[in-house]
């Protein structure tokens, strides 16, 4: 078995010689089968930087074109000649095509032009290999192939082409490599984003942990935290996932929050090994609080808010910085007892004044909060801050490797000196992209301010991108699992289109949506229906054409249907439609409204059944409703538009001048008698109208409520 691997991104210069003389013994020995490999790297594995290699059975590799060649030279009669010192001189001088720098290649180019001013091949009067391995470092070369496609030296111009032109499977085997790279490339692109990012010392075991804070629901942002920290704890490294719910601040935070989240995650399949809270540890934060001042690494400080703020952005130190440890102390007691005084009152770390990383600059790690906290009531009133108690329990906990998003990268040195100078366990970090989307606010703080204004229903409104609102907007969550960790453990920071996203939920819906038929109510248009049964009836048809697991559904016929005015609009006379689910029919005739402010608009049909037609001739195809043998169901379809007008708010910009004035858009309608049957969370497609999942079922007359589920078309 003889195989040629070839890199496929190194400088095609050193590998096509090789390549070109393999694809020539292929064709012309009947007994040659060489296999041809192509690795997606710039060096071969387990070379030293080589970019081709044969092996043949047991034998050493053979390395480079030049040795390549001759060796195949000698083991296929096919490629011998009789000017083999000739060709085995220009084997050798190939090499001098490498060159990547036009100074460097345009000498040999000019002797190779002169060389062939009187020849057509570069050795002898036929094809040789000396030519496939001269031809093929040309053609690998960008820059020696530009010389060749701006003709200025005729000759070489000439001999290049006719070797080309009289030799088509070079270009067969020059596609192969090009070829072989694309679809690795998109093998891997549909994989998605690479997660090989060589976590250090995960042979002693992987620990990660998410964090939330429980002020608010979860969001899509949220969401790729957790779905990483989970990915690398059970799928990449077989270790544990730590949720920590980040409660220091009782002002924020609810137990309405702290179940939703764990809700949340057991819906995106993310099973943490162990739950814990930051108010767990108060006591111990305490103790290190009470340390680091002991040790002279914090102080006490009652600067006013603005005060503080401008002398960290300016590099002033505190009037307090050198208070003794005695009066920090004391004063640190006053706020545990959250008096008065005390409430003044915050512990700042003794980092540095004017370090140019801003977040150095002597942070807050405690403040005093008198009110009650949702778990431990009113045993505290002192409370860490997020950037003490984090580096604080990530160490006590376990936690190996810290992934993170990549707004914190400043406060990492912060992290470190925590650890530093408490002298806890260090731990990795990792920093990765948070997810931003176009038209899309992510801040909790900002969507806290739309619940509380009332421009939204709740933290599920199904504009919003908490996982409760998409999810009630028609999200499966295999799709956002999907579309979460394809976007991988990068750094880059992208702002995403939600157009993707919603692509990936399509291909989850869509095989297992019901199809139903729906009407808008507004200027509906009733068809009478000649050469139909006198008597309504209704027949079994599959609810879905491609998945009869999903069952079959009644759909009536009558000689009189419901018809949509946009589809009405579009008939000419006598001509033949087709009628979903029913069968060919001819337009006989069609009234116009009167009103002389909507002559364009139908107000009745009369059309000819002609089941013997083929459907597959007629240009319209349209969705009907029967209005007799079946209860019409009301029904209300929701669509929406982003919350946002613009595509990036800027730091200096309010969001509240970008507020999108409609983003909700109601459409009555009536659909057929199966949707009574629909339950809240059902996911179904009207046909013609797209996806739709049910909010509220039909029931005692009030009408079903159907949001509809974007696609990735149509832009919202």
Same mark, same amino acid.
């Given at each position: 078995?003889?195989?040629?691997?070839?890199?496929?991104?190194?400088?095609?210069?050193?590998?096509?010689?090789?390549?070109?003389?393999?694809?020539?013994?292929?064709?012309?020995?009947?007994?040659?089968?060489?296999?041809?490999?192509?690795?997606?790297?710039?060096?071969?594995?387990?070379?030293?930087?080589?970019?081709?290699?044969?092996?043949?059975?047991?034998?050493?590799?053979?390395?480079?074109?030049?040795?390549?060649?001759?060796?195949?030279?000698?083991?296929?009669?096919?490629?011998?000649?009789?000017?083999?010192?000739?060709?085995?001189?220009?084997?050798?001088?190939?090499?001098?095509?490498?060159?990547?720098?036009?100074?460097?290649?345009?000498?040999?180019?000019?002797?190779?032009?002169?060389?062939?001013?009187?020849?057509?091949?570069?050795?002898?009067?036929?094809?040789?290999?000396?030519?496939?391995?001269?031809?093929?470092?040309?053609?690998?070369?960008?820059?020696?192939?530009?010389?060749?496609?701006?003709?200025?030296?005729?000759?070489?111009?000439?001999?290049?082409?006719?070797?080309?032109?009289?030799?088509?499977?070079?270009?067969?085997?020059?596609?192969?490599?090009?070829?072989?790279?694309?679809?690795?490339?998109?093998?891997?692109?549909?994989?998605?984003?690479?997660?090989?990012?060589?976590?250090?010392?995960?042979?002693?075991?992987?620990?990660?942990?998410?964090?939330?804070?429980?002020?608010?629901?979860?969001?899509?942002?949220?969401?790729?935290?957790?779905?990483?920290?989970?990915?690398?704890?059970?799928?990449?490294?077989?270790?544990?996932?730590?949720?920590?719910?980040?409660?220091?601040?009782?002002?924020?935070?609810?137990?309405?929050?702290?179940?939703?989240?764990?809700?949340?995650?057991?819906?995106?399949?993310?099973?943490?090994?162990?739950?814990?809270?930051?108010?767990?540890?108060?006591?111990?934060?305490?103790?290190?609080?009470?340390?680091?001042?002991?040790?002279?690494?914090?102080?006490?400080?009652?600067?006013?808010?603005?005060?503080?703020?401008?002398?960290?952005?300016?590099?002033?130190?505190?009037?307090?910085?050198?208070?003794?440890?005695?009066?920090?102390?004391?004063?640190?007691?006053?706020?545990?007892?959250?008096?008065?005084?005390?409430?003044?009152?915050?512990?700042?770390?003794?980092?540095?004044?004017?370090?140019? @990383? !801003?977040?150095?600059? #002597? *942070? /807050?790690?405690? %403040?005093?909060?008198?009110?009650?906290?949702?778990?431990?009531?009113?045993?505290?009133?002192?409370?860490?801050?997020?950037?003490?108690?984090?580096?604080?329990?990530?160490?006590?906990?376990?936690?190996?490797?810290?992934?993170?998003?990549?707004?914190?990268?400043?406060?990492?040195?912060?992290?470190?000196?925590?650890?530093?100078?408490?002298?806890?366990?260090?731990?990795?970090?990792?920093?990765?992209?948070?997810?931003?989307?176009?038209?899309?606010?992510?801040?909790?703080?900002?969507?806290?301010?739309?619940?509380?204004?009332?421009?939204?229903?709740?933290?599920?409104?199904?504009?919003?991108?908490?996982?409760?609102?998409?999810?009630?907007?028609?999200?499966?969550?295999?799709?956002?699992?999907?579309?979460?960790?394809?976007?991988?453990?990068?750094?880059?920071?992208?702002?995403?289109?939600?157009?993707?996203?919603?692509?990936? @939920? !399509?291909?989850?819906? #869509? *095989? /297992?949506?019901? %199809?139903?038929?729906?009407?808008?109510?507004?200027?509906?248009?009733?068809?009478?229906?000649?050469?139909?049964?006198?008597?309504?009836?209704?027949?079994?048809?599959?609810?879905?054409?491609?998945?009869?697991?999903?069952?079959?559904?009644?759909?009536?016929?009558?000689?009189?249907?419901?018809?949509?005015?946009?589809?009405?609009?579009?008939?000419?006379?006598?001509?033949?439609?087709?009628?979903?689910?029913?069968?060919?029919?001819?337009?006989?005739?069609?009234?116009?409204?009167?009103?002389?402010?909507?002559?364009?608009?139908?107000?009745?049909?009369?059309?000819?059944?002609?089941?013997?037609?083929?459907?597959?001739?007629?240009?319209?195809?349209?969705?009907?409703?029967?209005?007799?043998?079946?209860?019409?169901?009301?029904?209300?379809?929701?669509?929406?538009?982003?919350?946002?007008?613009?595509?990036?708010?800027?730091?200096?910009?309010?969001?509240?001048?970008?507020?999108?004035?409609?983003?909700?858009?109601?459409?009555?309608?009536?659909?057929?008698?199966?949707?009574?049957?629909?339950?809240?969370?059902?996911?179904?497609?009207?046909?013609?109208?797209?996806?739709?999942?049910?909010?509220?079922?039909?029931?005692?007359?009030?009408?079903?409520?159907?949001?509809?589920?974007?696609?990735?078309?149509?832009?919202?």
């Amino acid at each position: 078995m003889t195989t040629l691997n070839i890199a496929s991104k190194a400088n095609q210069a050193t590998t096509l010689p090789a390549l070109l003389v393999v694809a020539q013994v292929n064709e012309l020995d009947p007994n040659a089968s060489i296999s041809v490999n192509f690795e997606e790297v710039e060096a071969l594995r387990h070379t030293k930087g080589e970019a081709v290699e044969l092996i043949v059975g047991s034998d050493s590799p053979i390395y480079s074109s030049e040795k390549i060649i001759t060796h195949l030279i000698e083991s296929y009669p096919t490629l011998q000649g009789p000017n083999e010192t000739r060709v085995q001189e220009w084997l050798s001088r190939t090499a001098s095509f490498h060159y990547t720098d036009f100074k460097s290649v345009e000498g040999p180019l000019l002797e190779l032009d002169a060389h062939l001013t009187l020849r057509s091949y570069v050795v002898g009067y036929v094809l040789s290999t000396a030519d496939l391995s001269v031809w093929g470092a040309i053609r690998g070369n960008r820059v020696a192939y530009a010389a060749v496609k701006k003709g200025s030296m005729m000759n070489m111009c000439r001999w290049f082409k006719f070797v080309e032109e009289t030799n088509p499977w070079l270009s067969t085997a020059i596609q192969s490599i090009n070829q072989a790279a694309h679809e690795k490339k998109a093998a891997k692109s549909k994989e998605g984003a690479s997660y090989d990012i060589a976590l250090p010392d995960t042979d002693k075991g992987v620990v990660t942990r998410f964090p939330p804070e429980p002020s608010g629901y979860l969001h899509i942002g949220h969401a790729k935290a957790a779905l990483l920290n989970d990915y690398f704890a059970h799928e990449a490294y077989k270790g544990t996932l730590i949720c920590r719910f980040d409660d220091t601040n009782p002002s924020k935070e609810k137990e309405e929050f702290q179940d939703a989240i764990v809700q949340d995650l057991a819906l995106m399949g993310i099973q943490p090994d162990k739950t814990s809270y930051s108010s767990d540890y108060f006591q111990e934060m305490y103790e290190y609080c009470g340390h680091i001042i002991k040790i002279g690494k914090a102080y006490a400080d009652n600067t006013e808010q603005m005060t503080m703020r401008e002398e960290r952005m300016n590099g002033t130190a505190s009037k307090r910085r050198e208070d003794s440890v005695e009066e920090n102390l004391a004063h640190f007691e006053e706020m545990k007892q959250g008096s008065e005084e005390g409430i003044k009152w915050c512990i700042r770390a003794k980092m540095s004044i004017d370090n140019p @990383n !801003k977040a150095m600059r #002597d *942070p /807050v790690i405690y %403040r005093c909060n008198p009110t009650p906290h949702h778990r431990t009531g009113n045993t505290w009133k002192i409370y860490p801050t997020y950037d003490f108690c984090v580096p604080i329990l990530d160490s006590l906990e376990g936690v190996t490797h810290a992934l993170r998003t990549i707004e914190y990268r400043d406060r990492n040195p912060q992290y470190e000196w925590f650890q530093e100078v408490l002298g806890l366990r260090k731990v990795h970090i990792w920093d990765f992209a948070r997810m931003n989307f176009v038209r899309t606010l992510l801040s909790k703080r900002k969507l806290t301010k739309f619940v509380d204004q009332g421009l939204v229903w709740g933290w599920d409104d199904p504009r919003f991108p908490t996982i409760r609102g998409i999810r009630r907007r028609g999200m499966t969550i295999g799709a956002l699992r999907e579309y979460i960790l394809k976007q991988g453990p990068s750094r880059n920071i992208v702002n995403l289109d939600w157009t993707l996203f919603w692509a990936t @939920n !399509k291909k989850y819906i #869509d *095989p /297992v949506a019901p %199809r139903h038929t729906a009407i808008t109510k507004a200027h509906s248009v009733t068809a009478t229906i000649k050469g139909a049964r006198t008597a309504a009836y209704t027949e079994d048809k599959p609810k879905h054409g491609k998945n009869p697991e999903l069952g079959t559904k009644k759909v009536a016929y009558a000689p009189t249907i419901l018809i949509d005015q946009e589809d009405a609009q579009s008939f000419a006379q006598d001509e033949e439609i087709t009628l979903m689910n029913w069968g060919n029919a001819i337009v006989r005739s069609i009234s116009h409204s009167l009103n002389p402010l909507s002559l364009k608009t139908v107000t009745a049909l009369s059309l000819d059944l002609n089941l013997q037609g083929d459907v597959k001739t007629t240009d319209k195809k349209v969705t009907w409703l029967a209005t007799e043998g079946q209860e019409l169901i009301p029904v209300e379809m929701v669509d929406f538009d982003f919350l946002i007008s613009k595509d990036k708010i800027e730091e200096d910009e309010n969001f509240e001048d970008f507020l999108t004035p409609q983003t909700e858009f109601r459409t009555d309608g009536v659909a057929d008698g199966n949707v009574a049957e629909l339950k809240a969370g059902d996911m179904i497609q009207f046909e013609r109208k797209g996806y739709f999942r049910v909010d509220k079922a039909f029931a005692h007359g009030q009408a079903a409520v159907l949001f509809a589920i974007p696609t990735g078309k149509g832009g919202r």
